[in-house]
C-alpha cells in the first residue's frame, strides 16, 4: 500500500463512520417520529399479499410506468442505485489496492456486462430526469409546475449525486483500463474501454477516484442524515415500507380509492352508540392523532407533484395541492416531535400532559410548533389552511398518481371529521344539506313521499320490495335519482331499459333514504352511520335468505355505488353491487337490448370520479356509447383513471365555489373543444355541474350533457318521447 492508498483508505474510513453514525440517528428519528402515530393493526394483515405487491410495484414501477419517459428513466435511476451500491462497496476495496475488486463476483463476466449496461441506463436515465425537472422548474414561464412549493435544491442535489458517483463509476474501470488492471473484455464493458483510452496511465488513478465517488457518496448520506424530511432521498428507503403497509394491498391502483377508512379510536373503529369524546378519539385534531402509516405517509412523500399536477383544486386555482398537504403535515410533525417524545401533548379534554419538568429543556421552537392549531387561518398561525382542507372533492386523483401510496383522501377526512364532528366548524352553506339528510333523509329536503314521484307517466307498473315474489335485482334509485329533475330522467330510462330487457326489479321506495355519502365525505360519520345502519337493516330485510351472490342492487349514482358496495360492509351489508351501466352493457352484450338507430352528432364521455378512478369502472360506459353511437368516441384528453373531476365530490356539491375557476367549468371547456355536441356522463352529481358549466359558457343549445343510459334509450327506442333537453334542477 502506498502513501496514496494509505491517504484514500483513511478518509474513505473517516467519512464512512461519520455518515453512518448520521444515519443510524436519522433512522431512530424517523422511526420515533412514526411510532408516536395512532395503532394501525389491520395493516399487519396478509402479510403475503403485502410483499407480493410491493415487490410488484417497486421491482415493476407500475405505477410510475404510467407517466411513460418519466417512469422508465427513473425504473433505470432506481435499478442503477441498487445494483450500483456493490460498485460503491467495491470502491472501498479499490481505495487499498488499484487493482481491488469485490470478493467472488467482482471478477465474473457477466457481472462486468451486467454493471457496464446498468450504469449507461442509469446515465441516461438521470440525465433525463435532470432535463425535465429543469424543463418544469417553477421559475419558467407559463403554466403552474408540478414542483412549485417543492424544496427544488434537494432533488438537483439528489440527481448531481447520482450522475456523479455513476461518472466516477466509469473512471474508476476507465484508470484500470489504462494501467492494465481491468479484468472484463471489451465486449462486456466498450464503454469502460472507451473511458480507459483517453485516460492517463496513474497507477494511483483508481485509488483516488474510488475516494472520490466514497466521498460523494457518503457526502450525500450526510446530508439526508441531516435532513429526515428530505422526502426526494429517503422515499427510496421508505417506499419499500410504505406500499408494503398499504390500506388495501390487492387493490390494482391506489388502496385509498373507494371505501374511506372507517373512523378509528386507538386503532379499533369507533362505536357511536358508547363513543365519547373526552375518552375516544373523533377525527384528527393534532398530527400525532394520525395512525402511524399517515406519519410514514408524510416522511415518504417525494415532492414529484404527480398528485398536484392532477388535483383539480390545484389546476383551477384553489389553495389546496395535495403535495404541499402532506408537507406541511410532514414538516409540523417533525418539527412537533421534540415535544412530543418529551412526553408531550393534549389529551382528548385539551390539558397538558406533560409536566413543567419535562418540557423545561425544550427548545422554543418545538414549544411553539406545538402550539399550532392543525386547522386554522394564516393569522391564526394554523399547519393547514380551512380553505385548503375544504377546496378538496376526495376525486382521488391524488392518490391514483402517487408512486409511493400515500392515501392522502383518508387523511384531508380524517381532519374534516374533529372539525364537523367535534368543532362544529365547516362551511356554513353545507349545514343545510346535513340539517336535511338528518331531518328529510335526503340532501335536497325534499318530502319522503315524493320518493316514488319519478315512475308516475311510465306505460309499466315499478314493481315494490314486498310486492312482488322475487325479483333480480334491486333499483338503488337513490336522492338524485328520485328528486333533481334531470337525474329523474335518468332514473326512467334506466327503469324502461331494465323492463324492455326483460329484467325483473323492485324499489325500495318510501323505504329507501340517502346512503350517506355527502355526510360521511364532508366528514360528519354521526350522521352517515345513521343512515347507513337504517338503510343496511332495510335492504337486508329486503334480500332476506338470499345468498350475498344474489343479493343485487343496481345504482345510476356512483357515490351510491361506492357507498353501497365498498362501504356498507363496514356496517354489515354485504351485496354485489353494478352500476348501472355495467348491467347495461351486458345487456347490450347479451343482445337483450338492441341498438338500432345511431346517435349522430359526435358524442364524449366524462367518467365520474367514483365509478372511474376509485372503482375502476372505465369500459362498460364507453361500451354502451360505443354500441348507441355505432363507432367510437370523442375521448377528452383527461380521460379514464386522469378524468377530471366535475367539482361536485366530497360534498362540494352543497357548497359554494368562491376560489379560483370553477372546476366544472374546466371540464366543460375540455368537452366542448372536442367538438362533440353530446357530453355523456355516468353521474347524477356530473350531470348537474357539467350541465351547469354548458349553461354558463352560454353553449346550452349547441351542446347536451346526457346520461349514459339516455343515449342508448335513444338508440334502442328512438320512437320514445324523451321530453326535451334536460334543463336546471330542483336543487343543489
Known amino acids: 500500500m502506498g502513501s496514496v492508498q494509505i491517504v484514500t483508505t483513511i478518509l474513505a474510513a473517516a467519512i464512512t463512520a461519520v455518515a453512518v453514525w448520521l444515519a443510524v440517528r436519522a433512522v431512530l428519528k424517523m422511526v420515533a417520529v412514526i411510532r408516536l402515530g395512532q395503532p394501525a393493526p389491520e395493516r399487519f394483515s396478509d402479510k403475503v399479499a403485502r410483499a407480493r405487491t410491493m415487490l410488484v410495484e417497486t421491482a415493476g414501477h407500475t405505477r410510475m410506468l404510467k407517466w411513460g419517459v418519466v417512469g422508465a428513466a427513473h425504473w433505470f435511476v432506481m435499478v442503477g442505485f441498487v445494483v450500483l451500491s456493490l460498485l460503491v462497496l467495491e470502491a472501498y476495496f479499490e481505495v487499498v489496492t488499484t487493482d481491488g475488486g469485490l ?38 414561464p407559463g403554466g403552474r409546475s408540478r414542483f412549485t412549493g417543492s424544496t427544488m435544491w434537494q432533488g438537483y442535489f439528489v440527481e448531481w449525486i447520482v450522475l456523479l458517483v455513476l461518472i466516477f463509476g466509469f473512471v474508476i474501470r476507465g484508470f484500470k483500463v489504462a494501467t492494465d488492471h481491468f479484468e472484463f473484455p471489451v465486449w462486456a464493458t466498450p464503454v469502460s474501454h472507451a473511458v480507459g483510452a483517453v485516460l492517463p496511465d496513474w497507477s494511483d488513478g483508481v485509488s483516488v477516484a474510488a475516494a472520490i465517488k466514497i466521498i460523494i457518496s457518503m457526502t450525500w448520506l450526510i446530508v439526508i442524515s441531516l435532513n429526515v424530511t428530505m422526502g426526494v432521498a429517503w422515499h427510496r428507503f421508505l417506499a419499500f415500507p410504505n406500499i408494503f403497509f398499504k390500506r388495501e394491498p ?23 352508540e358508547e363513543a365519547d369524546p373526552e375518552k375516544d378519539q373523533f377525527g384528527v385534531a393534532h398530527v400525532e392523532q394520525f395512525s402511524w402509516k399517515g406519519l410514514l405517509d408524510f416522511s415518504t412523500c417525494t415532492e414529484c407533484g404527480r398528485c398536484q399536477s392532477q388535483c383539480p383544486a390545484w389546476n383551477t386555482g384553489k389553495p389546496l395541492s395535495p403535495k404541499l398537504l402532506v408537507l406541511s403535515l410532514r414538516d409540523h410533525a417533525y418539527a412537533k416531535a421534540p415535544y412530543l417524545l418529551a412526553g408531550g401533548g393534549k389529551d382528548l379534554t385539551g390539558e397538558e400532559k406533560a409536566t413543567q419538568a419535562q418540557l423545561a429543556h425544550l427548545d422554543v421552537l418545538a414549544l411553539a410548533e406545538a402550539d399550532k392549531p392543525l386547522i386554522g387561518t394564516a393569522e391564526e398561525g394554523g399547519v393547514i389552511d380551512p380553505d385548503v382542507l375544504w377546496s378538496c372533492t376526495t376525486c382521488g386523483a391524488c392518490v391514483e398518481q402517487c408512486p409511493v401510496d400515500i392515501e392522502h383522501v383518508d387523511h384531508i377526512v380524517d381532519m374534516r371529521r374533529y372539525q364537523v364532528l367535534i368543532e362544529s366548524s365547516f362551511p356554513s352553506e353545507a349545514g343545510v344539506m346535513l340539517r336535511n339528510l338528518e331531518n328529510k333523509g335526503n340532501p335536497w329536503g325534499a318530502p319522503q313521499n315524493t320518493r316514488e314521484d319519478w315512475t308516475k307517466g311510465l306505460d309499466f307498473e315499478v314493481p315494490r320490495v314486498g310486492e312482488v315474489d322475487d325479483f333480480e335485482y334491486l333499483f338503488w334509485v337513490g336522492c338524485a335519482g328520485a328528486f333533481e329533475d334531470r337525474a329523474k330522467k335518468t332514473t326512467r330510462a334506466v327503469a324502461t331499459l331494465l323492463n324492455e330487457a326483460g329484467v325483473t326489479f323492485a324499489i325500495l321506495g318510501e323505504g329507501e333514504t340517502c346512503s350517506g355519502d355527502p355526510a360521511r365525505r364532508i366528514g360528519n360519520e354521526f350522521v352517515f352511520q345513521m343512515l347507513a345502519q337504517q338503510n343496511v337493516e332495510t335492504l337486508n330485510e329486503a334480500f332476506e335468505g338470499r345468498e350475498k351472490a344474489k343479493r343485487k342492487i343496481v345504482a345510476t349514482c356512483p357515490h351510491c355505488f361506492n357507498t353501497l358496495g365498498n362501504e356498507y360492509g363496514q356496517l354489515g351489508g354485504e351485496f354485489e353491487v353494478v352500476h348501472h351501466t355495467q348491467l347495461l352493457a351486458h345487456l347490450v352484450a347479451t343482445g337483450k337490448l338492441t341498438p338500432v338507430q345511431p346517435v349522430d352528432g359526435g358524442v364524449t364521455y366524462h367518467d365520474p370520479c367514483y365509478l372511474g378512478r376509485h372503482n375502476r369502472v372505465f369500459a362498460a360506459p364507453r361500451e354502451v356509447l360505443g354500441d348507441a353511437i355505432a363507432g367510437d368516441l370523442t375521448e377528452m384528453p383527461r380521460n379514464s383513471e386522469r378524468s377530471f373531476c366535475c367539482g361536485a365530490g366530497g360534498a362540494r ?46 353553449a346550452g343549445e349547441q351542446v347536451e350533457v346526457i346520461d349514459v343510459a339516455s343515449v342508448l334509450l335513444r338508440s334502442v327506442k328512438p320512437e320514445q318521447p324523451q321530453g326535451g333537453r334536460e334543463t336546471a334542477p330542483v336543487g343543489g
Open 653 to 698: 356539491m352543497w357548497m359554494e365555489e368562491k376560489i379560483g375557476k370553477r372546476i366544472n367549468v374546466d371540464r366543460v371547456e375540455e368537452a366542448m373543444a372536442t367538438g362533440a355536441k353530446t357530453v355523456a356522463v355516468g353521474c347524477p352529481f356530473c350531470s348537474t355541474m357539467l350541465n351547469d358549466g354548458v349553461n354558463g359558457k352560454g
Open 250 to 272: 390487492a387493490k390494482p391502483a391506489g388502496s385509498g380509492l373507494g371505501a374511506l377508512r372507517p373512523m378509528t379510536s386507538q386503532g379499533k373503529p369507533l362505536d357511536f
Open 103 to 140: 470478493p467472488i463476483i467482482g471478477h465474473w463476466t457477466i457481472f462486468g456486462l451486467v454493471t457496464e449496461i446498468i450504469g449507461v441506463l442509469g446515465l441516461v436515465g438521470i440525465l433525463v430526469l435532470m432535463a425535465i425537472r429543469l424543463r418544469n422548474r417553477p421559475t419558467r
